[in-house]
């Protein structure tokens, strides 16, 4: 029987935890107006969650609706920053509680294991089963909709496999629940833009992996939150494996794989890509997918207009580009950074130039001239 956690709550409302947890939640939001507002009072704050919590009164607040575009079309959730405070705080508490029994090649919500650990391995799963088969064949698979279908009751279920602490979990069973349509009695969906949510969603298709793993005994697995890829040399073999799946997602989790899952080979002849993690994958090479090119183009040119304007200054500029440097580094892309750099000179417009220094002359400009690394010397940041 898989150990069970007691006794997480007074962690969860700790003052130092609750403090650390408002530290991490404001990283890159500190401008914002809610989080002024929240650090003007801080430590009232803060007391303030942790009553609630103490006395067992935490309701969640308001949520707040967006759409996001990119990298598709969807709807997604914000709660008040208070919210986002206490919900780092219960992450920290329970996360110890799921890590260890995450399979070693999961790639979501997990430290030191990121998409570039995950696109090194699944990359190394390529070429293995090419060496010693001479050909490579993939199940890529995507959830349909994905967060919008998780069964409150069976995510609930397997929570409680690993936590007994029952006030941590009535605190769950709250945070799970705010987004419900009370009519419903069988409620599903989890809103995209919470903390817990990601950590939720990655413990619930936990019990794939461990399905795939140990049921299955699939040796070339890799999951990426809702995408997962299975790597064979059997193309028939894994039309198989794909029912399997489909029927365990179905009848366990009440989830379907979407059009797009299918099976392909990889190769560069009569073959093509795995899109995973966002690269382009072969067993030889990888490249940048092209909606991530397309993406930091169109980003480059709304930071280089808001630079001409005098709106933004490099210190605005400089995290994205390097953000995205040390993304591409991982592919194959030196010429695509060299010509990306290049192509955005940040100028400014002469009636936005200030007057000292004095203006200086950009019509040689080097990537570099305005703080960017060569790319060409990209490992030397």
């Known amino acids: 029987m898989a150990k069970t ?78 919210d986002r405070v206490l919900h780092h705080s219960l992450v920290d508490a329970i996360e110890p509680c799921f890590g260890p029994r995450m399979i070693s090649d999961t790639y979501a919500c997990i430290r030191d294991r990121g998409t570039h650990r995950g696109a090194d391995k699944v990359q190394d799963m390529l070429r293995k089963v090419q060496r010693e088969h001479g050909k490579a064949y993939v199940l890529k698979a995507d959830i349909s909709k994905y967060f919008q279908n998780i069964n409150h009751s069976i995510l609930k279920s397997i929570i409680r496999k690993r936590v007994a602490c029952q006030r941590t979990l009535d605190l769950i069973d709250e945070i799970i629940g705010s987004s419900a349509d009370p009519d419903n009695i069988n409620p599903v969906g989890i809103p995209l ?30 999951r990426y939150m ?21 029927n365990f997602l179905w009848s366990q989790l009440g989830l379907k794989t979407n059009q797009k899952t299918q099976v392909f080979p990889v190769a560069l002849h009569n073959g093509r890509a795995l899109d995973f993690l966002g690269y382009r994958i072969w067993p030889t090479h990888r490249r940048l997918r092209k909606s991530s090119i397309r993406r930091i183009v169109r980003r480059m040119r709304q930071m280089q207009k808001a630079y001409a304007m005098g709106d933004i200054d490099l210190e605005d500029i400089r995290p994205t580009v390097h953000s995205w440097i040390a993304h591409a580094e991982h592919a194959d892309s030196l010429g695509l950074r060299r010509h990306v750099l290049a192509r955005f000179p940040f100028m400014r417009d002469e009636v936005h130039r200030p007057p000292e220094p004095a203006a200086e002359d950009f019509s040689d400009l080097e990537p570099q001239a305005v703080g960017f690394p060569d790319p060409g010397a990209i490992q030397a940041m």
């Open 193 to 222: 833009g919470n903390l817990t949510s990601q950590l939720f969603a990655n413990i619930y298709l936990g019990e794939l992996d461990l399905y795939v793993k140990h049921t299955l005994r699939e040796k070339h697995y890799a």
């Open 5 to 82: 956690f007691k006794n997480l709550y007074p962690a969860i409302y700790d003052f130092e935890n609750l403090l650390a947890a408002y530290e991490r939640a404001r990283q890159g939001k500190r401008s914002r107006p809610a989080v002024k507002r929240f650090h003007y009072n801080l430590e009232s704050n803060l007391i303030d969650i942790q009553n609630h919590l103490i006395w067992g009164t935490w309701k969640t607040g308001q949520y707040r609706h967006f759409t996001l575009y990119e990298p598709v079309y969807r709807t997604g959730a914000a709660l008040p920053f208070r």
């Open 226 to 246: 809702d995408d997962f890829c299975i790597i064979h040399h059997d193309k028939h073999y894994l039309h198989i494996v794909r029912e399997i799946i489909e």
